[in-house]
C-alpha cells in the first residue's frame, strides 16, 4: 500500500516537471532553438542529441497526454534537427557572435539582442519568400494571361472563319445590287 502510494506520488511529481517542460518549450521563442533544448550555445552535438533525448522521453506526446506535448514535442524536435545540421548552426552561431558583439557595444543583455536579430533575420527571410511568391505569382499570371489571349484569339479567328460564308454572301448581294443600278444607269435613252 505504502509502495503504491510512492509510485503515485512519483508519478505526479514527474507529471508536474513534464508540464512545466511543455510549458518552458511552448513559452520559448521558437527561433532559438538553444532556449527550446535549454542549452548554453556552446554545447556540442552530443550534448544536444542527449539533452533531446532526455526531454523527448518526458514530454513525448505518447507518454503523456498533457495538453500541448504534441506542440512541444514538435518543436523540440525542429530544434534539434537544426541544431544538428552543421550549416544550419552555423549561421545560429553567427547571429549569436553579432548579438555579443551588439550586445558588448551598446551594454545591452546579449540574449535580448540575440532575440531581436533572430527575429530580424526571420522577418527578412519572409519578406524575400512573399516577394518570391510574389513574382513566381505574377509570372503565373502572365502565363495564364498569354494562355487566355491566345484562346481568346483562336476562338475570334474559328468566329471569323465560321462566319466566312456570311460575309460573302452579304458582299456577292450588295456587289449584285451595285451592278444592277450601275447597268440601269448604263441604259440611257438615244436620241435620234
Not at 18 to 34: C, G, H
Not at 74 to 85: A, N, P, R, T
Request: glycine letters at 2%; zero cysteines; aromatic letters at 6%.
Amino acid at each position: 500500500m505504502m509502495e503504491d502510494m510512492d509510485k503515485e506520488l512519483d508519478r505526479l511529481v514527474n507529471q508536474l516537471s513534464t508540464k512545466e517542460q511543455i510549458d518552458r518549450i511552448l513559452n520559448a521563442l521558437t527561433l532559438d532553438p538553444y532556449s527550446i533544448l535549454d542549452l548554453p550555445h556552446s554545447s556540442s552535438t552530443d550534448a544536444v542529441k542527449q539533452k533531446y533525448r532526455a526531454i523527448s522521453r518526458q514530454i513525448h506526446p505518447d507518454k503523456t497526454k498533457l495538453e500541448g506535448a504534441a506542440k512541444a514535442f514538435d518543436l523540440l524536435k525542429k530544434s534539434e534537427s537544426i541544431l544538428m545540421d552543421p550549416e544550419q548552426r552555423e549561421k545560429l552561431d553567427d547571429v549569436y557572435k553579432e548579438a555579443e558583439i551588439q550586445s558588448q557595444q551598446q551594454g545591452l543583455d546579449i540574449d535580448a539582442v540575440y532575440k531581436e536579430l533572430l527575429i530580424k533575420d526571420e522577418f527578412k527571410k519572409r519578406m524575400h519568400l512573399k516577394r518570391e511568391m510574389e513574382r513566381q505569382g505574377n509570372e503565373e499570371k502572365l502565363k495564364e494571361d498569354s494562355i487566355k489571349f491566345a484562346k481568346e484569339k483562336k476562338a475570334a479567328n474559328e468566329k471569323w472563319e465560321d462566319e466566312r460564308d456570311d460575309r460573302v454572301k452579304s458582299w456577292r448581294a450588295y456587289k449584285g445590287k451595285v451592278d444592277k443600278k450601275k447597268t440601269k444607269k448604263k441604259k440611257v435613252k438615244v436620241l435620234a
